[in-house]
């Protein structure tokens, strides 16, 4: 499996900007199938499953994940069965993420949004990935992800999910500088809990992060006109897909809080495009 690693960085030049400097950390680069956080998070568990003598992965996510289309691709490249528990019924015919996942392999068991909620297991031997992936061998992946960033930054972006993601770059920030996350559900302030046990699970914790959920934009893989407009209007401008689900919200939440003046002039932000 051939990787771009380190994943670039590259300085956008926008005149809505202001005096405020935006690199795009191009995670989506790393691997067409396991992209960005999504190759950090599965990096070390994938060890850890094979170590362990397992041979299918199983994992839990709703019809959109992007977790759960890596798994799939990451299964199917590195030998691994893999079992897909989708919240919600089954719909026909599958949209592209699920499509994807079926067709490197996965097998999908639909369940109750109220069953779903416990995160229920088949009988079976399996090695068990939380939702997004994100647990304690992922957030070591995400503080390497924050370390190859050699430029200086103030402020070290990304969406957030679940959270595995912002716990690991916090952990892995220069010194003096912060970790904003993007929260794309709604209700998303039970991600501070998450962020702050997943670090305690990584026996390491920095509190030099925060988390804004006011761009959600309706909830988890709920999109407006004017959010579509914005992905649109910065692949125009820059050559650069964003997805409307993750990066498309993390971008458009940032370019409002510098149009509001939130950040300092000079301040450099590095944002990470997931995937």
């Known amino acids: 499996m051939e990787l771009l690693l380190p994943s670039p960085l590259a300085e956008i030049s926008d005149e809505r900007l202001g005096d405020v400097r935006l690199f795009l950390k191009r995670d989506d680069l790393i691997h067409p199938e396991v ?17 362990q003598g397992h041979d299918t992965l199983l994992t839990f996510g709703g019809a ?9 691709a990451a299964g199917s490249i590195f030998g691994f069965r893999t079992v897909g528990v989708i919240r919600g019924e089954e719909h026909l015919p599958l949209n592209p993420v699920l499509a994807f996942a079926t067709a490197r392999g996965m097998r999908l068991e639909y369940v109750s949004r109220t069953a779903y909620r416990d995160k229920p297991v088949p009988p079976g031997r399996f090695y068990v990935l939380p939702e997004g992936g994100s647990n304690a061998l992922a957030v070591r992946g995400c503080v390497e992800l924050a370390e190859e960033i050699t430029e200086p930054y103030d402020v070290l972006c990304c969406p957030v999910g679940t959270g595995g993601t912002l716990a690991g770059l916090a952990l ?11 929260a794309v559900l709604k209700g998303g302030g039970f991600l501070r809990d998450e962020v702050a046990r997943l670090q305690r699970e990584h026996e390491r914790e920095n509190s030099a992060w925060s988390i804004q959920t006011e761009f959600h934009f309706g909830g988890y893989a709920r999109r407006t006109s004017e959010l579509d407009a914005f992905v649109e209007d910065f692949g125009a401008r820059h050559g650069v897909r964003l997805d409307w ?13 510098i149009r509001r003046g939130e950040f300092p002039p000079g301040t450099r932000i590095v944002a990470v495009i997931t995937g």
């Open 35 to 51: 992209p960005g956080n999504k190759w950090r998070k599965l990096k070390y568990n994938l060890g850890a499953a094979a170590e």
């Open 64 to 72: 959109y994940s992007n977790h759960i289309r890596a798994t799939a």
């Open 172 to 182: 892995g920030l220069r010194e003096g500088a912060r970790a904003l996350g993007f």
């Open 245 to 257: 689900v993750y990066t498309g919200k993390m971008l458009y939440g940032l370019y409002t809080m």
